[in-house]
């Protein structure tokens, strides 16, 4: 009974009958001292005496055969070919085509060629006679030792009898039982803890413990499940700090619902594009459209309050704070609009008519970048080197499938510095995910509205021999950045990758709904080991 | 992405060579396509399907791929694609009528001559028109194209806007004739053409082309008339293009001209066509063959890509992704180039860039970052509160769950016994009734949680932080997201104490007082935050089972949350069979 403390007194069983029996016979054999019960029994008696020393013992694994049921009538009744003999005997002749009305049809049927076999009865016509007046029922003799001995007097026929099924071989377990060190002839009173008042009164001295099992589990001590985080939030609390280990900070992500402004048409993603199609972006029918794009207080003040730290290494003097540039989101507003329609900073633009009707619907995010080009227009004031990530929901209008949700998360990191190359990059991409164990990256063009250039992050999979994608990266195009009135000279990375896809893979795990949503197993919350991407 | 698929060898025979699937991977890979798949082995003959990046329409056709793969293997140049006008000088004409402009305004024209087709180049002419309209012309809206056979028709030709019942011909592939209002429903159920129906359907006017006989050339952008059918014999062929996109109607003729004169008599020679359209102004011969100049400036380009290559080299990087580049005699920084009509996808001196990356090699560019920054990490204010709370639940023995946002409007409302309030933000168009509204509430993911795990051990625990989301007119975005805490018991026996007692823990670990109501009126000024809770009544709940819970904090008192014994008919309508209690905070007053 796990948890019983104390004197658990042992009650009188097979190892008491064990203990006995070797006080007169030592060694002991099971098989012949206690033939009657079961091995599993003989052997649970025996470890538990052994474990206290109080016995030793061997185990010997022998083949044996037994007689199957039609041997042992065999051994009643005399073989086939006998009862054939018997009868063509007895008969003096008997019609090959009547055999079967005096002897048993099994018989008639091997008995007859066994018989001609052993030369004990001959045809004659149509009809078999006898030619042996007495005759030696070798199989019946044979299986009548085997009964007697389990084996076989020549082990040369045993092939025979098994393929004739007259036999059947046999696992016989038996034990030699000798006395161990602490034999005696019962088992003592044992002890299954240390309690409190054995410490009191020093009975622990002379106390019999009862051995611990050590190849059994232990108990959880919290009287019921264990808390557990979800795994996802496990993987993401690792990139988190691998973030923060990089100094980044964290983007205020506190809106699922965004502008077509905001989530489109400020990334350069054209009015026209197909990711704003009905089938792939999820519109909001309530409330109706969204008001004119200016500064969010929620998200300036929780900017402010983590950036502050950081003036500590940047503090602008006075006249400098005076002079900064400030966020004008008309103007904002209405290069977005002239870089689409007219082309502006440089680009011929797309060159269609711009709907102001479009920028107003309001779309659930379909991607986190809507926040960081909120954070990046919000550079233009204090145009800076700086890095910022985020993780969070984001929602798709697809068709739900292994692979596919409406919603899953968006891991996204943006670096803003003066004079940064491609080929930086991709250093920095290559350390990013050496830090969750992935080593062997390439990297191939690709195409991105709001990035030029734009690669595709590949990753090679051991497990599954062959390159996987592993997440989007690219250098955000002038038309977004020159837009927000930020400098020419300070450029800036983005890269983005979806929660769950590494996860999968890193798992081994096949279907996006295992890992994301209501049908999410409880049993899988609750034994993922931690999370340590880049030990696993 | 666009797949294409091209006949494999064919494609080998015009790269001079045979690849194997790791080389042309390869290839592929550093080109900036991707090869999807090759079936060589499941069918006659074997195709490579190759993914194709969403702006590159020059790519959309075995043509083009050959065409652009070849330039990069510097196995040829780009063409320079010429006009060519008919011997006798006279163009052919399509006049542009003033109500085209009430439904479809913008029209080009081109003319192949002497184009010599087979079954693969047909095929590959047919399929790349249904490329186009798929993905340019956003399934024909923007832009619509007709190709004809010049001599079944006479020009000149006319673009028009009729009445559809005035209007009448021989639809392609059809024996009869119909009016414009008899396609609209003989086409209504058509797999094929059913989906372009509404672009005009309820227009007063259809757009439709002409010839000089009044034999119809096609409707646009529905059907081409029967009589002007191309063929596998067919030698000369005019393209229409209407639209309703001024950029995108040119843009299409460049590729369309670009990737199929290739086959003409003179190869990359194309027929101009005189467009006559006084009332807009654009009248103009079609296409403008002429590639667009532009700069672009060598140290920009150097820069991005980590490089110091002289702007001769650049130039070559430039001439292998299609570019026509020189050093600029003026400017020693700049590079005089021309883009060609292939390549719509140019939009600024990035592309370019980007492009000489490509030729020069992604993964062959040195890493070199030259970070100039001091920045510093911070975590978001309110994850550190979430975590906070998260861990101390499940130190508590409670499982951290994580359903979607996304729910239907019964299992926010109904299903927990609640009318519709209206905060929440509705969905216009979702896929399915799964997804109707963004959730205002986390309780109904935990007890679908709940109800997906039945086999799981008694009882169950579960909490989930995560955000809500309510209408908020008086924000830009006129919603709001605000973090919530839940958590849900499921047993033989309601846990009610349970989910207060998880409800006390976390207070106590939010420093956060237990305090009986009328001390927390009584005493305004407490310092730090201090919370009670108090009956209340509330349908999800058993009647007297249910409380409110408030937090006093800095002299405000606010109501962050409720708990509660869950109904009878909320575990049904969740069809849990065993009872149960949850809790929901907001818990962004501890922020």
């Given amino acids: 009974?796990?948890?019983?403390?104390?004197?658990?007194?042992?009650?009188?069983?097979?190892?008491?009958?064990?203990?006995?029996?070797?006080?007169?016979?030592?060694?002991?054999?099971?098989?012949?001292?206690?033939?009657?019960?079961?091995?599993?029994?003989?052997?649970?008696?025996?470890?538990?005496?052994?474990?206290?020393?109080?016995?030793?013992?061997?185990?010997?694994?022998?083949?044996?055969?037994?007689?199957?049921?039609?041997?042992?009538?065999?051994?009643?009744?005399?073989?086939?070919?006998?009862?054939?003999?018997?009868?063509?005997?007895?008969?003096?002749?008997?019609?090959?085509?009547?055999?079967?009305?005096?002897?048993?049809?099994?018989s008639a049927k091997v008995g007859q060629g066994n018989a001609f076999k052993s030369k004990w009865i001959k045809k004659d016509v149509d009809a078999l006679v006898p030619t042996a007046d007495s005759v030696e029922d070798t199989t019946r003799l044979t299986l009548q030792y085997v009964q007697a001995h389990s084996t076989f007097e020549d082990p040369k026929v045993s092939k025979d009898y098994l393929k004739r099924k007259l036999v059947t071989s046999q696992k016989l377990i038996a034990y030699t039982v000798r006395k161990g060190p602490k034999y005696a002839k019962e088992i003592p009173v044992e002890v299954t803890d240390l309690t409190a008042e054995m410490l009191q009164n020093g009975s622990w001295k002379t106390a019999n413990f009862k051995p611990y099992n050590f190849s059994s589990r232990g108990i959880l001590s919290t009287g019921g499940e264990p808390g557990a985080l979800h795994p996802l939030m496990k993987v993401r609390e690792e990139f988190r700090r691998i973030f923060f280990d990089l100094d980044f900070i964290e983007m205020p992500t506190g809106r699922f619902v965004d502008s077509g402004f905001w989530n489109f048409d400020a990334l350069f993603v054209p009015q026209q594009h197909p990711a704003r199609d009905l089938q792939d972006t999820f519109y909001v029918s309530d409330p109706a459209e969204a008001g004119r794009p200016g500064p969010d207080v929620d998200a300036d003040q929780a900017l402010e309050s983590m950036e502050r730290r950081r003036n500590i290494f940047t503090r602008k003097s006075d006249q400098q704070q005076e002079d900064a540039p400030k966020l004008d989101y008309e103007k904002y507003y209405a290069n977005v609009r002239a870089v689409h329609e007219t082309g502006a900073f440089g680009s011929t633009g797309y060159r269609y008519p711009y709907s102001d009707a479009e920028t107003k619907r309001l779309v659930l995010r379909t991607h986190t970048t809507a926040v960081s080009t909120y954070c990046l227009h919000r550079l233009a004031a204090n145009p800076r080197p700086c890095r910022y990530f985020s993780i969070d929901r984001v929602f798709?209008?697809?068709?739900?499938?292994?692979?596919?949700?409406?919603?899953?998360?968006?891991?996204?990191?943006?670096?803003?510095?003066?004079?940064?190359?491609?080929?930086?990059?991709?250093?920095?991409?290559?350390?990013?995910?050496n830090e969750l164990g992935i080593t062997n990256l390439r990297f191939k063009p690709a195409y991105n509205p709001y990035t030029e250039p734009s690669m595709e992050i590949f990753g090679f999979h051991k497990g599954l021999n062959k390159w996987v994608e592993?997440?989007?990266?690219?250098?955000?195009?002038?038309?977004?950045?020159?837009?927000?009135?930020?400098?020419?000279?300070?450029?800036?990375?983005?890269?983005?990758?979806?929660?769950?896809?590494?996860?999968?893979?890193?798992?081994?795990?096949?279907?996006?709904?295992?890992?994301?949503?209501?049908?999410?197993?409880?049993?899988?919350?609750?034994?993922n080991a931690a999370v340590r991407l880049d030990k696993d | 992405m666009p797949t294409i698929s091209v006949d494999k060898y064919a494609l080998f025979k015009e790269l001079g060579r045979n690849y194997s699937r790791e080389e042309f991977d390869d290839l592929c890979f550093d080109f900036g396509i991707e090869l999807d798949d090759d079936t060589e082995g499941q069918e006659e003959p074997a195709q490579l399907k190759i993914e194709i990046p969403a702006n590159r329409y020059d790519m959309l056709c075995f043509e083009g791929i050959a065409m652009n793969l070849r330039v990069f293997l510097e196995k040829q140049q780009c063409p320079r694609w010429q006009l060519k006008a008919p011997e006798n000088g006279e163009l052919q004409t399509v006049t542009i009528h003033k109500d085209t402009e009430r439904i479809r305004p913008y029209f080009s024209c081109a003319i192949l001559r002497g184009i010599k087709f087979d079954k693969a180049r047909y095929e590959s002419f047919i399929a790349l028109q249904d490329k186009l309209h798929q993905n340019l012309a956003r399934q024909r809206s923007l832009v619509a194209i007709g190709t004809h056979d010049l001599n079944t028709i006479q020009g000149p030709f006319t673009y028009e806007a009729l009445p559809p019942d005035q209007?009448?011909?021989?639809?392609?592939?059809?024996?009869?004739?119909?009016?414009?209002?008899?396609?609209?429903?003989?086409?209504?159920?058509?797999?094929?053409?059913?989906?372009?129906?509404?672009?005009?359907?309820?227009?007063?006017?259809?757009?439709?082309?002409?010839?000089?006989?009044?034999?119809?050339?096609?409707?646009?952008?529905?059907i081409n008339g029967d009589l002007s059918?191309?063929?596998?014999?067919?030698?000369?062929?005019?393209?229409?293009?209407?639209?309703?996109?001024?950029?995108?109607?040119?843009?299409?003729?460049?590729?369309?001209?670009?990737?199929?004169?290739?086959?003409?008599?003179?190869?990359?020679?194309?027929?101009?066509?005189?467009?006559?359209?006084?009332?807009?102004?654009?009248?103009?011969?079609t296409p403008d063959l002429t590639p667009r100049p532009t700069q672009a400036s060598a140290s920009f380009i150097n820069s991005v890509?980590?490089?110091?290559?002289?702007?001769?080299?650049?130039?070559?990087?430039?001439?292998?992704?299609?570019?026509?580049?020189?050093?600029?005699?003026?400017?020693?920084?700049?590079?005089?180039?021309?883009?060609?009509?292939?390549?719509?996808?140019?939009?600024?001196?990035?592309?370019?860039?980007?492009?000489?990356?490509?030729?020069?090699?992604?993964?062959?560019?040195?890493?070199?970052?030259?970070?100039?920054?001091?920045?510093?990490?911070?975590?978001?204010?309110?994850?550190?509160?979430?975590?906070?709370?998260?861990?101390?639940a499940a130190m508590c023995g409670w499982a951290e769950v994580m359903p979607l946002i996304l729910c239907s409007h019964d299992e926010n409302y109904a299903s927990l016994n609640k009318s519709d309030d209206g905060k929440a933000v509705k969905l216009q168009n979702p896929k399915t009734a799964e997804y109707q509204i963004v959730r205002t509430s986390l309780i109904p993911g935990l007890l679908k949680t709940v109800r997906e795990n039945r086999r799981h051990n008694l009882p169950m625990k579960t909490f989930e932080v995560s955000d809500v989301c309510f209408k908020d007119e008086t924000l830009e975005r006129k919603s709001r997201n605000e973090r919530h805490f839940a958590a849900c018991f499921y047993g033989k026996t309601s846990?009610?104490?349970?989910?207060?007692?998880?409800?006390?823990?976390?207070?106590?670990?939010?420093?956060?007082?237990?305090?009986?109501?009328?001390?927390?009126?009584?005493?305004?000024?407490?310092?730090?935050?201090?919370?009670?809770?108090?009956?209340?009544?509330?349908?999800?709940?058993?009647?007297?089972?249910?409380?409110?819970?408030?937090?006093?904090?800095?002299?405000?008192?606010?109501?962050?949350?409720?708990?509660?014994?869950?109904?009878?008919?909320?575990?049904?309508?969740?069809?849990?069979?065993?009872?149960?209690?949850?809790?929901?905070?907001?818990?962004?007053?501890?922020?």
Avoid at chain 1, 401 to 426: K, N, P, R, S
Avoid at chain 1, 488 to 498: D, K, P, T
């Fill in chain 1, 470 to 527: 592993i997440g989007n990266s690219g250098m955000f195009r002038p038309e977004m950045l020159l837009s927000m009135g930020l400098p020419e000279e300070l450029r800036v990375y983005g890269f983005g990758l979806s929660l769950e896809r590494p996860t999968m893979i890193k798992y081994g795990v096949s279907n996006i709904r295992e890992l994301l949503g209501h049908k999410v197993d409880l049993g899988f919350i609750q034994s």
């Fill in chain 1, 1 to 106: 009974m796990p948890g019983a403390r104390g004197p658990v007194p042992v009650p009188t069983d097979l190892t008491t009958e064990v203990l006995q029996a070797l006080e007169t016979t030592d060694p002991l054999l099971t098989a012949t001292s206690l033939p009657h019960v079961a091995q599993a029994d003989i052997k649970a008696a025996l470890d538990r005496l052994a474990s206290r020393s109080m016995i030793e013992y061997d185990t010997q694994d022998n083949e044996v055969v037994v007689p199957t049921a039609e041997g042992k009538q065999i051994i009643d009744e005399g073989s086939h070919e006998w009862k054939v003999w018997d009868a063509v005997k007895r008969e003096g002749r008997i019609p090959i085509k009547e055999l079967a009305n005096f002897v048993a049809a099994e």
């Fill in chain 1, 396 to 433: 798709r209008n697809e068709t739900v499938d292994a692979t596919h949700l409406a919603e899953f998360h968006q891991i996204e990191g943006v670096i803003a510095d003066y004079g940064l190359t491609l080929g930086g990059l991709m250093a920095f991409l290559e350390g990013f995910f």
């Fill in chain 2, 229 to 285: 059918k191309i063929k596998l014999e067919t030698t000369d062929v005019l393209i229409d293009i209407t639209a309703t996109d001024k950029t995108k109607v040119e843009i299409v003729n460049h590729i369309l001209v670009a990737m199929f004169s290739v086959y003409c008599t003179e190869p990359f020679t194309v027929e101009p066509v005189k467009i006559v359209s006084e009332h807009n102004g654009e009248s103009r011969q």
């Fill in chain 2, 495 to 591: 846990g009610f104490e349970q989910v207060h007692g998880l409800l006390d823990r976390i207070m106590l670990m939010l420093k956060s007082a237990f305090i009986k109501k009328e001390e927390g009126l009584k005493n305004p000024e407490v310092a730090g935050f201090s919370y009670w809770i108090e009956e209340v009544e509330d349908a999800t709940y058993l009647p007297h089972h249910a409380a409110a819970v408030y937090v006093r904090a800095a002299g405000m008192t606010s109501r962050i949350g409720t708990l509660g014994m869950l109904h009878p008919t909320v575990l049904k309508a969740y069809e849990l069979p065993f009872p149960g209690s949850t809790m929901e905070l907001n818990i962004e007053v501890f922020l």
């Fill in chain 2, 305 to 392: 890509c980590g490089l110091s290559q002289s702007r001769d080299e650049l130039c070559n990087l430039l001439a292998k992704m299609c570019y026509d580049a020189k050093p600029s005699p003026s400017d020693e920084d700049a590079l005089d180039i021309n883009v060609p009509i292939t390549r719509a996808d140019v939009l600024h001196q990035a592309d370019v860039m980007e492009d000489a990356a490509i030729a020069y090699g992604f993964n062959k560019l040195p890493r070199h970052f030259p970070s100039t920054s001091s920045t510093v990490a911070a975590g978001l204010p309110m994850n550190k509160l979430s975590d906070i709370v998260r861990l101390e």
């Fill in chain 2, 167 to 222: 209007i009448k011909f021989k639809p392609l592939n059809q024996s009869k004739e119909m009016t414009g209002t008899e396609m609209m429903a003989f086409y209504e159920k058509d797999k094929h053409l059913g989906k372009y129906l509404h672009i005009i359907r309820d227009s007063p006017v259809y757009p439709i082309i002409y010839d000089k006989n009044r034999n119809v050339l096609s409707m646009p952008p529905i």
